[in-house]
């Protein structure tokens, strides 16, 4: 995020209205459901609904076009960082691990943290959007507002007591799939050597293991 702080406090404030863009339409809905049933114009609140619906879209879309073009700056910069740190190793370092390995860190790991900024927004912003219903449900029904916040919160403890363990099945997913791709980066650079020698087969279930696992 270093660097690019204005553009994300201007991404996160085009959430912000788009999420309170989202908590106005259902009261919108609901006057235009009202004025249905009791055959009262609704032109009216018909515009008004049409224009939060297009003005989320173009916020969303703003900030989505922000948030694209921030990551990817970002994610040349990590990846320029990464592979200068590359060159810079020394030979006996480098050769601690196989050459998919850098591959791995360099491609999928620079992604994912491209990802990390957008995602605290979006948590962020998914907050914002829970504190704004829960103030619409007390001043619409505070008894309703207890019956929700039950199972909600049952719910909310329910998601943290997993995240431990899903955290932890996504870590073993990573080294896995990194695994896999070292293995069969080292078969095609080798396949001459491996056809020599006969052991096709042994390096097929070496790739199958890696994948299983």
């Not at 908590?23 to 009216?44: C, E, M, R, T």
């Not at 515009?47 to 003005?55: E, K, N, P, T």
């Not at 020599?196 to 299983?212: C, F, G, L, Q, T």
Request: glycine share 6%.
């Amino acid at each position: 995020m270093p660097g690019h702080i204005l553009a994300y406090t201007a991404s996160l404030l085009l959430g912000i209205l788009a999420q309170a863009v989202v908590l106005l339409q259902p009261q919108l809905s609901g006057a235009l459901i009202d004025g249905v049933q009791q055959h009262k114009a609704i032109v009216l609140i018909a515009v008004q609904l049409g224009i939060l619906f297009i003005l989320g879209a173009v916020l969303t879309a703003i900030q989505q076009a922000i948030l694209g073009t921030i990551g990817e700056k970002s994610l040349y910069s990590i990846r320029n960082s990464m592979v200068d740190k590359f060159f810079r190793m020394s030979l006996l370092d480098r050769e601690q691990k196989p050459p998919a390995w850098y591959s791995q860190r360099v491609s999928n790991d620079a992604a994912l943290i491209k990802s990390v900024p957008s995602q605290f927004l979006s948590l962020v912003q998914g907050i914002i959007l829970i504190v704004g219903s829960g103030v619409c449900l007390v001043w619409l029904d505070p008894i309703f507002f207890v019956i929700v916040l039950i199972p909600a919160g049952f719910s909310i403890s329910l998601m943290l007591i997993a995240t431990k363990p899903v955290k932890k099945l996504q870590n073993n997913l990573q080294n896995a799939t990194m695994d896999m791709t070292s293995t069969v980066q080292e078969a095609a650079a080798s396949m001459r050597t491996l056809e020599a020698y006969n052991s096709i087969d042994p390096e097929k279930n070496k790739i199958y293991a890696a994948y299983r696992n």
